[in-house]
Structures are given as C-alpha cells and as structure tokens.
C-alpha cells in the first residue's frame, strides 16, 4: 500500500522567511496530492493541493511542487507570518474517492 | 467553499456507555465519508470509508462491531462508539467529497473529542 514520509517534523522560522515541507510517496500510481494546515483542537483546513498532470500550482504565499519521477512533493510557505503557525500535513491518494495517507504531519512555528 | 460539521464537539461519557457522532456536508452533497481518528501530536489514522446506502468499509485493525457507521443520506453519516472504555477516548474527525467532484478533496469537519472516564 501507500506510504507517505514527511519531513522535518518540527520547523522553526522567523517572520518573513520562506518554509519549505517536502513528502515523498511510494505509490507511482498516486495522482493526488493535498496539503493541510490543522490548528490545535480543530479539524484539518485543504490549503491547497496538485494533481499529477501538474508540477507546480500556486496560490497567494503558498506554492506546492510535484515531482513524479522521484516521487516526492513539497509545500513552499513565502513571507511567513505568526498565524502559518500550525500542523500542516501531507497526503497522497489514487483519485476520487479512495483513501487519502497522510504524513506523519510538521510543526511549524513562526518566531515574531 | 465546502463545509462540514460535526455533532458533538466534546463529549464525556461513563465505560461501557455509546456515543453517537455526527457528520454534515452542509452545503454539498457527499456519495462518500471518511471517518478518522487522531491521538495527540500524531497523524490522522483513517478508520473507515463510509458510502451513503451500502455498508462501510473498516481498515485492517478497527473493529465494526464497535464502531458503528451509517451512512442513511447523502449529507449525513454517523459513527457510534458502542460500549465505550477510556482506551477509545481521542480526536475523532470526518471528512467529506462532493459528490460532483471528479478529483479526491477531502473536506473535513472540526473534530469531536470523546473522553470516556
């Protein structure tokens, strides 16, 4: 089955700097890719996503970069402010309505 | 955008007692539900895919005995922890697709966290 590493764990960044997660997935058949940013004792927020035909999809500071050759996607964070602080996971899945595996999920904490 | 809600928020219940959790797509229509579980400072860990009008589909591990889904409309599944032991106390969210989407956005609800004393 699927399985989706996540790292680092735990990130650290001051105001304004970029963030960059990266995720690597094993199963080449995944066309999916989300990202979500969950806060404590809330439910996970889609903050964006790409789908395999595409290599990079952006929106506003936040960008995400596909590379299916290596298996590996990464979520790009520009001009951090303290509110991006949060969990932010992962995924992968096969399509519509399949099962999405998460990543073990980042830390991210924005210094002021 | 896509909202779901989930029915309680926080629940406290005795052993041995059920609790029934609900999940909403409130502006959409969803064929298919997901029902996760998360412990503190871990991933989501997907328990069951639930479809509306056929039974859900368990992961390897969950028992469906205990956990009961169903899945009666196209904008409502529940989940029914049934004789609950302080081990099941958790995060517990849903997750919904609209049902004219061709691609896998998951839309999730805000939680609900069971603690059973």
């Known amino acids: 089955g699927e399985n989706v590493e996540q790292h680092p764990s735990t990130l650290s960044v001051q105001e304004g700097d970029s963030a960059v997660i990266k995720c690597t997935y094993s199963?080449?058949?995944?066309?999916?890719f989300p990202w979500y940013k969950q806060e404590l004792g809330k439910g996970p927020q889609l903050i964006i996503d790409?789908?395999?035909?595409?290599g990079e999809k952006k929106d506003q500071r936040i960008a995400v970069t596909l590379n299916k050759t290596a298996k590996h996607f990464s979520l790009h964070i520009t001009e951090t402010q303290p509110e991006d602080s949060a969990v932010y996971f992962c995924?992968?899945?096969?399509?519509?309505?399949?099962?999405?595996?998460f990543g073990a999920g980042t830390i991210l904490r924005v210094k002021s | 955008g896509a909202v779901v809600s989930q029915h309680p928020s926080r629940v406290i219940c005795k052993s041995g007692t059920s609790v029934k959790i609900e999940c909403r797509s409130l502006?959409?229509?969803?064929?298919?539900m997901f029902w996760y579980r998360q412990f503190p400072k871990k991933s989501l860990m997907l328990m069951a895919t639930s479809n509306e009008g056929s039974k859900a589909t368990y992961e390897q591990g969950v028992e469906k005995d205990k956990f009961l889904i169903n899945h009666a409309s196209l904008t409502l599944s529940t989940l029914t922890v049934t004789s609950a032991h302080p081990e099941d106390s958790s995060f517990y969210i849903c997750?919904?697709?609209?049902?004219?989407?061709?691609?896998?956005?998951?839309?999730f609800g805000p939680g609900t966290r069971l603690t059973v004393l």
């Open positions: 790409i789908r395999s035909n595409v």
């Open positions: 997750s919904a697709i609209r049902l004219q989407s061709s691609y896998n956005e998951q839309f």
């Open positions: 995924a992968a899945s096969l399509g519509y309505g399949n099962k999405l595996v």
């Open positions: 199963d080449s058949a995944s066309n999916y």
């Open positions: 502006d959409f229509q969803a064929t298919t």
